[in-house]
């Protein structure tokens, strides 16, 4: 196969209203344009065309990233990388000063696949010829320098090629292997698109594709149950919700354990470890620690003349988020290492750091999980009926239950990204 990348050149500076295919049809005919060609266009021309171009003052700017912005996936200093409505991951929303005119920033496109379409039909109204459109971006990669195109949409051939069960050239069944052909030849095309060579269109003409259902750039972004690496560190701390619903699904025990492993990095006095969490499998498990749990809180919200609407309120609560939960653990820190101390101050001290030490392993487990994609919620329940959950989890009296997690897959409607915080009532410097 030969493959050949052919510059559109000498096109118009595109404006907010234009008709790209319009414009594209008679240099794309002089360059003999044809059946089984893709034409590749620029992100800039096609958000020029769509009034994706607006003013914007260094302050605005920021406000557009952030309005363009699903959801952060890192930050380091002026440096922000972020995930699109659309899902692509890119640094600042794909907001880009490039190749417009000064005081401008162009916007991504609101919707990519449909404007490649678009481009698409308007090429067979204009020229007669079936041709597949790209339309391609530059964005970085991790672990890798420099920039490279990438497809952002995609009309008329399959973004992604499953060579699931085919043979290597030994003959050999390959098992993982999914091309993504979209960004191979936006990627090709970039070859031909330098940033000041005026060139926002080219053929690639060569391709032998196979007989598969087209696709859409859509098919590129990766779901966010397969992504591996979601979050930076950073992010991942300010980025977990206390989450009171669930998505279908079980969780895996290597969730659980990678996430107690976690845990079990927590700072802890005098070298200890000194925790346990329970993970309630069973449903008749469940419903014991369950049934358990509601009893001593009845009890003991009656006994405070709590109102039995406000009680039944509460239980019914805690049973919804506790008793539908994927999965349900119940963290405990014990203290028989601690030393002793004819001082009881100097005692408590002593008992409140294996507590303290029980809270750094909570959060770090909470942390875990999220890192794993799974959402979780700690309540604190068995912090106030500690002999019932012992005997519910079949526990000697030395284990101190600190409350319970809830544990799951996340809704399809998640909570929006918290707000940034603002330090000043928690941050001093002396």
């Known amino acids: 196969m030969t493959l050949e990348i052919l ?13 790209i295919a319009a414009i594209l049809a008679e ?11 893709v034409v590749v266009v620029t992100q800039k021309v096609v958000s020029k065309a769509e009034g994706r171009v607006v003013a914007a003052s260094p302050g605005e700017r920021d406000a557009l990233i952030a309005r363009e912005t699903r959801r952060v996936v890192a930050r380091r200093g002026d440096i922000v990388i972020t995930e699109t409505h659309h ?16 005081g401008m920033v162009s ?15 308007g090429l067979l109204e204009n020229t007669g010829t079936d041709a597949a459109v790209l339309i391609t971006d530059t964005f970085g990669r991790p672990w890798r320098n420099g920039l490279v195109n990438v497809a952002i949409g995609c009309s008329g051939i399959p973004a992604l090629v499953d060579l699931r069960g085919s043979a290597d050239a ?30 926002p269109a080219v053929i690639v003409r060569g391709l032998q594709m196979p007989a598969t259902p087209h696709g859409t750039a859509a098919d590129l972004v990766r779901p966010p149950g397969e992504d591996m690496f979601r979050f930076s560190p950073l992010t991942s701390i300010s980025t977990r919700r ?73 239980l019914s609560a805690s049973d919804v988020l506790l008793g539908t939960a994927p999965s349900l653990m119940v963290p405990l820190v014990r203290t028989d290492d601690s030393h002793p ?18 809270g750094a392993a909570i959060q770090n487990l909470l942390l875990g999980l999220h890192a ?59």
């Open 7 to 19: 510059p559109i050149t000498e096109l118009p500076e595109f404006r907010e209203g234009d008709d």
């Open 27 to 37: 240099p794309l005919l002089a360059a003999g344009f044809r059946s089984g060609d």
């Open 87 to 102: 899902g692509f991951v890119c640094a600042n929303a794909g907001v880009d000063e490039s190749n417009i005119e000064a």
């Open 107 to 121: 916007l991504l496109p609101e919707d990519p696949d449909a404007s490649a379409e678009r481009i698409r039909e």
């Open 170 to 199: 030994g003959g050999r069944a390959l098992e993982a292997t999914i091309v993504a052909v979209a960004d191979e030849i936006a990627a090709a095309s970039g070859l031909a698109m330098g940033k000041a060579d005026r060139v």
């Open 242 to 314: 206390t989450i009171r619903s669930f998505g279908p699904g079980n969780v895996p025990r290597e969730a659980i354990e990678e996430a107690v492993s976690a845990a079990c990095t927590a700072p802890a006095p005098h070298h200890s470890k000194p925790w346990l969490f329970v993970t309630v499998d069973t449903e008749t498990g469940r419903r014991a620690l369950l049934g358990a749990m509601t009893s001593a809180w009845r009890r003991d919200l009656e006994s405070d003349g709590t109102p039995i609407g406000t009680i039944e309120r509460r």
């Open 341 to 358: 101390y004819p001082d009881s101050e100097r005692s408590q001290a002593e008992r409140e750091m294996f507590l303290l030490s029980a």
């Open 372 to 430: 794993q994609g799974l959402a979780s919620a700690w309540v604190s329940s068995t912090l106030f009926c500690k002999e019932e959950t012992r005997e519910a989890l079949d526990l000697d009296e030395g284990w101190l239950p600190m409350g319970a997690i809830a544990i799951g897959w996340p809704p399809d409607d998640l909570p929006l990204p918290r707000p940034e915080v603002d330090l000043t009532d928690f941050l001093e410097y002396r």
